[in-house]
């Protein structure tokens, strides 16, 4: 399958405080109890009340200092406020919270709960895991999860009705995560905007408002958003066409790890299109999505290095080309091949069969 991403009119794609040294030049009996003592003490209240009771009798004893007041106890955060924050987290961060106080363990149950229902859903979805596939038992298991709070089970749902036709139960799902500020949530509503915007004359959907999303979810990381974004900053749609921008954001989408946007990093550079003209940083950034698997960027890096003479490296690149469906790379590849001898040309084919692209975000 052909991999485009520079935007042809055809296109419509997360300190302890330090122990107090023993004496160890003698002190009294009384002093040593004393340092002990406070020793104790200052162990004592750095462990989680829900794990030791001896702090919760300790505080009782004593005023609460006017700091604890002003810095705010945060395991007093009302369960709703906390859960809303903790819903687009994975199943790592809400352990690593889950540790930080009793209240904190009880509050986020729930989610916890969500993550082995988006397991099996997953697994179900898929056929994983030793199950077969069962679409009806996979969605079952993200609402159970999206009902519990996680917006990661309800970008799933959201999916799974927008594939089944169900557009209307998919943006709801999609609307409730975003707004609860999920990136792939943000990133889907964006999407499904720019969509209509393109395919439904009878619904108009407001194109500002879509870019607005994908805006939220590339400020948050999402690479995918921040490619659509950098194409819509490039071709002016839902926002004033501004290529220096669209170039700011193909490359923070590259440097992600997103293989479209790598490629055309390589093309701003090589035409000074909103970055500075740099052969030598076109042809990094052209070599790594020929490394990740872009097709034209295999064709492309290949023709480079015939040009310059590495006929061995060309032809491999060009074979990978070819065989992904690039036809242009096989004339190229032949003519190279013809100037190779036999061993050369079996090398050749022994390395394009052996060669796996680098992993790279989806």
Request: charged share 25%; glycine share 8%; with cysteine.
């Amino acid at each position: 399958m052909k991999r485009r991403a520079w935007p042809f009119r055809s296109d419509g794609s997360r300190s302890s405080p330090a122990l107090p040294l023993p004496n160890i030049n003698g002190t009294r009996k009384d002093e040593d109890d004393r340092a002990t003592t406070h020793r104790t003490t200052k162990l004592t209240a750095t462990r989680p009340s829900w794990i030791s009771p001896v702090r919760q009798i300790q505080s009782r004893s004593r005023p609460r200092s006017s700091t604890s007041t002003d810095g705010g106890d945060f395991s007093e955060l009302p369960y709703d406020v906390l859960t809303k924050i903790a819903a687009s987290f994975g199943i790592a961060n809400l352990r690593t919270a889950s540790l930080v106080c009793k209240s904190w363990y009880e509050a986020l149950r729930p989610l916890r709960e969500a993550m082995l229902l988006l397991r099996w859903g997953k697994r179900f979805k898929h056929g994983r895991g030793g199950v077969r596939p069962n679409l009806e038992k996979a969605l079952d298991s993200f609402l159970e999860g999206a009902a519990r709070g996680s917006t990661l089970a309800m970008v799933d749902a959201g999916l799974m009705y927008w594939e089944s036709g169900k557009r209307d139960q998919a943006m709801a799902l999609y609307h409730k995560a975003a707004a609860l500020g999920d990136p792939a949530g943000q990133f889907n509503l964006g999407c499904v905007g720019l969509i209509r915007t393109i395919v439904c004359v009878a619904e108009p959907a407001n194109s500002e408002e879509a870019v607005r999303w994908l805006h939220q979810s590339a400020v948050a990381g999402y690479v995918r958003a921040q490619y659509q974004l950098a194409l819509c900053l490039h071709r002016g749609r839902g926002v004033d066409n501004d290529m220096q921008e669209a170039a700011r954001w193909y490359l923070k989408a590259a440097e992600g790890g997103y293989v479209r946007a790598m490629y055309n990093v390589s093309l701003c550079y090589s035409f000074g299109e909103g970055l500075g003209c740099s052969h030598r940083q076109a042809r990094k950034w052209m070599k790594r999505a020929a490394d990740h698997g872009h097709t034209k960027a295999q064709f492309e890096h290949g023709l480079a290095l015939f040009s310059e003479g590495d006929m061995l490296k060309a032809v491999v690149y060009l074979e990978l080309a070819t065989r992904a469906g690039e036809t242009a790379a096989a004339h190229v590849k032949n003519v190279i091949l013809q100037q190779l001898s036999a061993t050369s040309r079996d090398r050749v084919l022994v390395l394009a069969d052996h060669w796996r692209a680098l992993p790279a975000t989806s």
